[in-house]
């Protein structure tokens, strides 16, 4: 992903140095007579140092991906309360999370810089190349007939589509006085009507309040979520929201967390699913938050495992989807707590694999493709040349 704050495998080369200006204890042109100038030598600024990353960031990024691998696990075994309840937790705010991490790292996105050609290689292509994968591997399964539409995002590349939206938006967003409210009302009345399926519309709208909430973050309210205090707090505020998530498990229908349908699929009028939505939204705010105040703030074993959640992200799903093609979630042991805790257990040994060096080496090439043969040199505004 591309950010101004480079964050999830950025590019933070330093400038190129400028010529220094002229000696200032030289005379005024007044004060001396002309003579001819002497020959200037060229010297140039020393190379700013690279940025260093921040592991708290890096740090939540890798336990964010961690729930989203777990969550789609728990999907098929839904028949066991204790997988049932973990996942609707999970649901609530695990995509919301990424979200505003990503909104917050593209608080400058611009157009200028090369940023457009890092979005269209880092996440237009992948979306390309992981809409043909997920449609071929479905098909050689023999699950589907294959249908390749890139209007209807597979599985999970909905989430590419919706960034490469939001990512283009984000300098509107910038020139609007009150963005959030502004989002947030059209999120809202998104969901009044049916809007489709293309570009799977609902969520790049829906879920667009939680990407200008990062827009709008500066690193001060992150620090508040870093003072001591904040981690009990954040904990209690955990354990209330994974109770809540069992008492209701049984009471609301689990499409209102996949933020992809509209008031008229749950049988509700447009003002009773406002209410929910926003109820939705703040719920998903808070557990945000709190998750954020258990985030380690130094650097461990995984801290760089956070640069390739991308991966994990996309790769994941043929693990899954495998499992599923082949019976695997059908198998009696996986269907009790006991299955439950060890299907969570391996799903964070393939998350953390999913984000080693060996994947990135190995999967660099559709995530992460060089393609400067692509692109016209890059041109500098004429005020700068």
């Not at 940025?51 to 696990?73: Q, T």
């Not at 309360?81 to 611009?110: D, E, K």
């Not at 390749?148 to 590419?160: A, D």
């Not at 967003?173 to 009302?185: E, H, N």
Request: with cysteine; hydrophobic share 50%; glycine share 8%.
């Amino acid at each position: 992903m591309t950010y101004t704050t480079r964050h999830s495998g950025a590019d933070t080369a330093p400038r190129d140095g400028r010529p220094l200006s002229a000696d200032p204890t030289v005379p005024a042109p007044e004060a001396v007579a002309p003579a001819a100038p002497a020959p200037r030598e060229e010297t140039a600024e020393p190379p700013r140092p690279r940025k260093e990353r921040d592991p708290f960031f890096d740090n939540a990024k890798y336990f964010a991906i961690l729930l989203v691998v777990v969550g789609h696990s728990l999907a098929y075994l839904q028949d066991v309360p204790l997988a049932q309840g973990l996942y609707l937790f999970i649901y609530m705010f695990h995509m919301p999370l990424f979200i505003v991490i990503t909104g917050y790292f593209s608080r400058n996105w611009t157009f200028a810089g090369g940023k457009a050609r890092k979005l269209i290689t880092n996440v237009g292509v992948p979306y390309v190349v992981f809409e043909f994968a997920y449609s071929i591997y479905d098909w050689l399964a023999g699950r589907n007939a294959l249908e390749i539409s890139l209007l209807n995002p597979y599985y999970l590349t909905w989430f590419l589509c919706a960034l490469f939206m939001w990512r283009l938006s984000t300098p509107v967003w910038q020139q609007i006085r009150w963005p959030l409210a502004v989002a947030l009302g059209f999120s809202l009345l998104s969901y009044m009507s049916d809007l489709g399926g293309t570009f799977d519309i609902h969520r790049v709208i829906g879920l667009l309040p939680f990407y200008v909430l990062g827009l709008t973050l500066k690193p001060q309210h992150f620090e508040l979520l870093k003072k001591p205090v904040a981690r009990p707090i954040g904990a209690v505020v955990l354990a209330i929201g994974l109770a809540a998530s069992f008492f209701v498990m049984d009471r609301m229908s689990r499409g209102w967390v996949y933020w992809k349908h509209p008031h008229e699929d749950f049988n509700v009028g447009n003002f009773t699913g406002s209410l929910m939505r926003l109820a939705m939204f703040a719920c998903a705010i808070i557990l945000v938050a709190a998750f954020l105040t258990q985030i380690p703030r130094k650097r461990y074993w995984f801290t760089g495992l956070g640069a390739a959640t991308l991966y994990a992200y996309l790769l994941h799903g043929f693990v899954t989807r495998l499992m599923n093609f082949t019976g695997w979630w059908g198998i009696d042991w996986m269907h009790n707590p006991l299955g439950v805790t060890l299907v969570t257990c391996v799903a964070l040994v393939v998350g953390t694999f999913l984000c080693s060096k060996f994947v990135v080496r190995t999967m660099s090439w559709a995530l992460e493709p060089k393609l400067t043969w692509v692109f016209t040199p890059l041109r500098r505004p004429a005020g700068r040349r």
